[in-house]
């Protein structure tokens, strides 16, 4: 069964940092895309970052990029999403999500979505 749980959120203040953690289990690692979404109250869920597994390949929303990494410990079959210089905008549910479905690219699973999700991780940014 795959399994994917979130942790690292909290309440931070404007231009702070956060690191989100997602652990997985269930299904070979290597062999999915793992990505990020997040949805604020009022609003649609929208993606933010994936990384395929198989060779690190990565990508971003426009609205995350140079700010927010995405990274993966193979090892422990965990995501990182490295959050800095964060916004009062970036205040929202994150989500993890996973499919094995790792021939897309660009905004593709941000678009379509991702087959396995978490339950979320509640980022707040003060200003």
């Known amino acids: 069964e795959v399994q994917l749980g979130e942790s690292g959120g909290g309440l931070v203040q404007a231009e702070g940092s956060l690191r989100l953690s997602c652990a997985t289990s269930?299904?070979?690692?290597?062999?999915?895309?793992i990505g990020w979404f997040r949805q604020a109250p009022g609003k649609e869920r929208e993606g933010v970052s994936y990384?395929?597994?198989?060779?690190?390949?990565?990508y971003y929303a426009d609205s995350v990029k140079d700010r927010f990494t995405i990274s993966s410990d193979n090892a422990k079959n965990t995501v990182y999403l490295e959050m800095d210089s964060l916004k009062p905008e970036d205040t929202a549910v994150y989500y993890c999500?996973?499919?094995?479905?790792?021939?897309?690219?660009?905004?593709?699973?941000?678009?379509?979505?991702?087959?396995?999700w978490g339950k979320g991780t509640l980022v707040t940014v003060s200003s």
């Open positions: 990384i395929r597994n198989s060779d690190g390949s990565s």
């Open positions: 999500a996973a499919t094995p479905r790792t021939y897309y690219s660009g905004p593709y699973y941000f678009n379509y979505g991702m087959d396995y």
């Open positions: 269930g299904f070979t690692f290597d062999d999915y895309v």
